[in-house]
């Protein structure tokens, strides 16, 4: 094999590689961090030089430590599992794509192919267009430890969903338009309406706004990740995880689909009927087999449906608990002791 060391260069062009390339180079080393050109991708490809990112060649390596490390990624990287993931993802970017979830370059998947180390699809690349040589790997904070392409900048988020979960091995991020209709307005659809949408999704969280790409952005999902396996993001769009790529792709069409569904029924000028909290208990039991997470579990003070207050509505205010972890007794005694204050105040006031 015949290597050409590029880990200097914070960019690698077409121009570059022409000059550094031999006949019979067949492998590229460039730094973590570097960019690749689309033209020099193209070059790597027709010639078939593979690309390797690791450190070498940058630092004098500590008694061959990042030579191991580097090979060990490489061949995680390169393993039988990690290709045939490469594969699917590029399969669920297509479906994203065609099911119109996905425009421009938006959304982005992921997958823990091992406990600090994450494939994920790299950015600006539409998901329709994805070959399996666009994906690359981070580790747990994020820094790209293999893959030609540059990451995408959401995988900030994607981490902190795995770091919550231990369940999560795929995840699904997308713009689906009726569930971001949802989260555009920052109401959640009601509950009890729908079997499959209760045993595959159920309550759905809903996060605050913050710039994407940011660890502002990454951190608004931490309390809602263990409890929901998707997650409505404030003025964005969604994230979805699961025990496959495929299935956390499953899980964004079932939220985008009811989503739809409810506002189809709302035009029908009749108010969408509810089951009662008996059956919903039934669907929870059957989401338990499925290892599946629900708040509703957890959160036993809250009903199993929930109804909007209206009863035409399909959108409703998140409840309590779905937006703030539970209070302790000093939170609780201080709202008693506010709500006791103004209705002594209140009192006051009519005397
Ligand atoms: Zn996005």
């Known amino acids: ?67 191991a490390t580097t090979g060990a990624t490489h061949d995680l990287f390169t393993s039988p599992e990690a ?19 996905v425009d421009g370059n938006g959304g982005n998947i992921s997958y823990r192919i091992g406990p600090n180390a994450f494939l994920c699809t790299p950015t600006l690349m539409s998901k329709y267009d994805l ?40 995840i699904v991020h997308c713009h689906p338009a009726h569930a971001t209709a949802y989260a555009i307005t920052g109401r959640v659809p009601p509950t009890c309406v729908i079997p499959e949408y209760e045993v595959f999704i159920g309550k759905v969280g809903l996060t605050s706004y913050e710039t994407p790409g940011t660890p502002e952005f990454a951190r608004t999902v931490i309390p809602f990740a263990k409890n929901h396996n998707a ?8 994230v979805c995880w699961a025990d496959t790529v495929t299935h956390a792709e499953w899980y964004a069409e079932v939220l985008d689909t009811y989503c739809w569904t409810l506002m ?5 000028g009749t108010p ?33 449906c929930d109804l909007p207050e209206i ?3 399909i959108a409703m205010q998140p409840r309590s608990c779905e937006t703030a972890p539970a209070l302790d007794s000093a939170g609780i005694e201080a709202i008693v002791q506010a709500v006791t204050d103004r209705v002594v105040a209140a009192l006051n006031a009519r005397k």
Not at 282 to 298: F, S, T, W, Y
Request: with cysteine; charged share 30%.
């Open 1 to 67: 094999m015949k290597s050409i060391d590029l880990t200097r260069e914070q960019v690698i062009t077409l121009a570059d590689l022409t000059a550094a390339a031999q006949e019979d180079t067949t492998e590229l080393r460039v730094s973590p961090t570097a960019v690749v050109t689309p033209s020099a991708l193209e070059f790597t490809d027709q010639r078939r030089i593979s690309i390797r990112r690791g450190a070498e060649g940058t630092a004098a390596p500590a008694a061959g430590q990042t030579r």
């Open 83 to 101: 290709e045939a993931v490469k594969e699917e993802i590029c399969a669920v970017g297509r479906k994203l794509w065609q099911r119109q979830y």
């Open 131 to 170: 070959r399996p040589q666009d994906i690359g790997m981070v580790d747990i904070e994020g820094k790209q430890i293999a893959g030609a392409r540059a990451r995408t900048s959401e995988i900030l988020m994607h981490l902190e969903i795995y770091k919550e979960v231990p369940e999560a091995k795929g």
């Open 231 to 238: 997650i409505l993001l404030g003025n964005h769009g969604i």
């Open 264 to 268: 189809l029924a709302a035009q029908l």
């Open 272 to 304: 969408v009927s509810h089951f009662g909290s008996d059956k919903a208990a039934d669907l929870l039991a059957i989401k338990k087999r499925l290892g599946l997470p629900d708040p509703r579990n957890e959160f036993k003070e809250c009903e199993l």
């Open 311 to 313: 009863p035409t509505s």
